[in-house]
C-alpha cells in the first residue's frame, strides 16, 4: 500500500504561482512513477505532469513551460510548482503514484485561480 497526501493548494490570483506537494508513505520503494491530475467542476481528471523513478518528465500541453514536477527522495515528496496560473487551471489537484502494487490516489487539494 502506498499513501498520499497532497498539500498547498488555495486560492491565487491570475498569473501568480502556488507550489503543491504530496509526500508518499508505505511501500514507497514499489513506485515507478508519481504524477500531478486534475480535475476541474464538469470535466474529466487529467493528467498533468508525471516523474519518473529516473527523474524523466513529462507535462500535458497546456501546462508546460509554466509548471514543474520535481520529487526529494530523501523526503519521499513530489513537488508541482505552478506559475502564471490561468482561470484555466483551477481545479482539484491530485497526487497519483504508480507502483508495482497498483495505482494510488491521494485526496486532492483544491487550487482556484480568480481575482
Known amino acids: 500500500q502506498v499513501q498520499l497526501v497532497e498539500s498547498g493548494g488555495g486560492l491565487v490570483q491570475p498569473g501568480g504561482s502556488l507550489i503543491l506537494s504530496c509526500v508518499a508513505s508505505?511501500?514507497?520503494?514499489?513506485?515507478?512513477?508519481m504524477g500531478w491530475y486534475r480535475q476541474a467542476p464538469g470535466q474529466l481528471r487529467e493528467l498533468v505532469a508525471f516523474?519518473?523513478?529516473?527523474?524523466?518528465?513529462n507535462y500535458v500541453d497546456s501546462v508546460k513551460g509554466r509548471f514543474t514536477i520535481s520529487r526529494d527522495n530523501a523526503k519521499n515528496t513530489v513537488y508541482l510548482q505552478m506559475n502564471s496560473l490561468k482561470s484555466e487551471d483551477a481545479a482539484v489537484y491530485y497526487c497519483?503514484?504508480?507502483?508495482?502494487?497498483?495505482?494510488?490516489w491521494g485526496k486532492g487539494t483544491l487550487v482556484t485561480v480568480s481575482s
Open positions: 508505505g511501500s514507497i520503494n514499489s513506485i515507478y512513477s
Open positions: 497519483n503514484a504508480e507502483s508495482s502494487k497498483g495505482y494510488y
Open positions: 516523474i519518473t523513478s529516473g527523474g524523466s518528465t
